[in-house]
């Protein structure tokens, strides 16, 4: 864990500093809604004496810290940049970028009448179990959970198993779609129980501006992007970023395999 606060060359100073290496964190850094192992933060730190690394993830930064961060460190101090709601919420080095709100961006009239309906819908739903906070409210973005962010361990993953089966969130996402077509919102399917929706283009390659503006700020520039992530298939939530052009995408099955993956290609 100490090597996880240890002192780091500047990013212009790095031996690959025109790499960076940027991870979903769900399936990626931890296990769905755990913490962090040591050896995961242990390879973070050897590989961020090497390059830049970074964190992107959908939740905001408060779930992020009790996932990625310790009682003695934040977040923010164990990755070069952190970006929460796919870089709607961005650090660089511990201090806040600039960032973009949701509902600046679709109107409180608009807002209303869309969480209204997403209420009315999960009240029909025929599941297992429901629990609470079925809409989260986010900088960037809401998060819509059938089932309830208020499940435990064990109900997130019996959903997940249920949701494989029946596509409860695949069949409200297209009936979002189709009632909502002209507001401009992405729907996201991620983590084991819910989506998001956010603005066309608030995905995670929102983040990307941030990488690319290191260009002014430090002179770095980031010719090389790896993004690693779980959910890189179409519809998930890190395929647009991996499938972007200005990344090399990495699809894991698990925080073992990123661990795997980032040793082989690194040599640590």
Not at 69 to 86: C, I, K, M, R, W
């Amino acid at each position: 864990m100490a090597e996880a606060g240890a002192v780091y060359p500047p990013l212009e100073a790095r031996p690959l500093k025109n790499t960076i290496c940027l991870f979903d964190v769900d399936n990626t850094l931890t296990l769905p809604r755990r913490t962090v192992t040591p050896e995961m933060l242990s390879l973070l730190s050897a590989l961020r004496h090497k390059c830049a690394i970074g964190f992107v993830g959908g939740s905001n930064l408060v779930k992020q810290q009790e996932q990625l961060g310790t009682p003695s460190l934040p977040v923010t101090s164990l990755f070069d940049f952190s970006f929460a709601e796919n870089g709607l919420t961005a650090f660089r080095m511990g201090v806040p970028l600039p960032s973009s709100s949701f509902i600046a961006w679709l109107g409180e009239t608009t807002y209303k009448k869309f969480v209204n309906w997403i209420l009315v819908y999960i009240a029909g739903l025929d599941i297992p179990i429901k629990r609470g906070t079925f809409v989260e409210f986010r900088n960037g973005m809401v998060n819509i959970s059938p089932v309830g962010r208020n499940a435990s361990i064990q109900e997130r993953e019996d959903f997940e198993a249920y949701d494989k089966v029946h596509g409860v969130r695949k069949t409200m996402v297209e009936a979002l779609r189709k009632e909502f077509p002209d507001i401009g919102l992405t729907f996201s399917i991620g983590g084991q129980i819910s989506f998001d929706a956010f603005p066309t283009g608030w995905d995670k390659t929102f983040c990307l501006k941030h990488v690319e503006a290191e260009r002014e700020r430090s002179g770095v520039v980031y010719e090389t992007v790896h993004f690693f992530g779980d959910k890189c298939y179409e519809g998930g939530n890190d395929w647009e970023i991996f499938d972007d052009k200005r990344t090399i995408g990495h699809a894991v099955k698990d925080p073992d395999d990123t661990y795997a993956q980032v040793k082989k290609i690194f040599g640590l």
